[in-house]
């Protein structure tokens, strides 16, 4: 309903969650057992999307969510979801280093820095790899005004951006749009099952064929 309603009123943008039910403020069981796993969720997301699109009627760009912490993982369901899919949305994953980055400025501040932290350093300037690009876009007088909470997102988003253009380029990908979803291989017969993306041994084999028929 949502696709197809999104679509009719021409929406600019859809987020489809395949995370658990509820919130953290929720029952454990609603918590682990409800709602659909992300995968299978959006396997299901696009194969509408197609449905409609195939009819010729206007598709809204798509937005996966549901439990995505690693470039990898955002590739990936670029990829499924392609050409629909045009962002990744992170939730946890993002608060976390928020929370560190929190944290840290409490313990510098209480000359408290757990070994865990203190052996990438013992100032700012160590600890946060991304202190300088920072530094260099807002000015070093700015930076004193910064939480550290907002340079761990900063560092985090960077190791998501650049982790997903090396990806990207190793696929030969430069830009989201020339994702398709035969960047992907199905590790499962369940999977291909799922996803409609061919399974290991199945995938191109049609060209593998050709190459020893020529």
């Not at 987020?15 to 039910?21: E, H, Q, R």
């Not at 976390?96 to 929190?102: L, Y």
């Not at 340079?151 to 997903?164: D, N, P, T, V, W």
């Amino acid at each position: 309903m949502a696709i197809k309603w999104g679509s009719k009123a021409k929406i600019d943008l859809l987020t489809i969650d395949g995370a658990s039910g509820g919130t953290r403020m929720s029952p454990w069981r609603m918590m682990e057992e409800w709602g659909m796993p992300s995968l299978y969720l959006h396997a299901a997301a696009y194969e509408f999307c197609k449905k409609l699109a195939d009819r010729g009627e206007r598709v809204p760009d798509i937005a996966f969510a549901g439990g995505f912490s690693s470039e990898d993982g955002v590739f990936k369901a670029l990829a499924l979801g392609a050409p629909f899919t045009k962002a990744v949305c992170m939730g946890r994953a993002l608060m976390i280093p928020g929370m560190v980055g929190k944290n840290i400025a409490k313990w510098i501040e209480e000359d408290d820095l757990p070994k865990t932290v203190h052996e990438y350093g013992t100032t700012i300037e160590e600890i946060f790899v991304c202190y300088e690009e920072v530094a260099n876009i807002v000015g070093k007088d700015e930076m004193k005004k910064i939480p550290l909470g907002a340079l761990g997102i900063y560092s985090y988003s960077q190791k998501i951006k650049i982790g997903l253009q090396q990806l990207m380029a190793g696929a030969r990908c430069f830009d989201i749009a020339s994702i398709t979803r035969r960047e992907l291989m199905s590790l499962t017969e369940e999977c291909a099952k799922v996803t409609g993306i061919p399974y290991l041994m199945d995938a191109y084999r049609q060209e593998a064929e050709a190459i020893l028929q020529g």
